[in-house]
């Protein structure tokens, strides 16, 4: 059971932006900027492209309202979308506002913000969704 299975199951806390039958949204703990979210599905698939079409389909249209959202809690040029999967062996996209490409750079330090700061994130996002 991956890290990410633990966090669906509610074994591990996670600040939740969504979730439906599919597809689940929390913050990234340690993010590259603030709002930096993942999206991942609920069934444990290491490689993006090898989820089954309709889950893939599902949670690029799951992200599209959370990207929305984020777009519109932080004062950025967009929410950007990165593909990089190499951190935990469970499919998963990161949706970050940005300003420029650079901020999509993972070799960059990671932020390390309070439970406080992660949770007023949290409540943000979640208040700008639908």
Known sequence: M???SK??????????IGEN????????IFPLVKGHTLVIP???????????P????????????????????????RCGMSV????????HIHLI????IDDLNFTRGKLNLSPGQLKEI???IVSNLG
């Open 2 to 4: 991956t890290i990410f």
């Open 7 to 16: 966090i669906i199951a509610g074994e591990i806390p996670s600040y939740k």
């Open 21 to 28: 039958e599919k597809c689940f949204a929390f913050l990234d």
């Open 42 to 52: 609920k069934i444990e698939v290491d490689n993006l492209f090898d989820l089954p």
């Open 54 to 77: 309709d889950y893939l389909a599902e949670l690029i249209q799951f992200a599209q309202p959370v990207a929305k959202a984020i777009e519109k809690s932080f004062d950025c040029n």
């Open 84 to 91: 990089v999967g190499l951190e935990v062996p469970h499919a």
């Open 97 to 100: 506002p940005i300003n420029a």
């Open 122 to 124: 949290q409540e943000k």
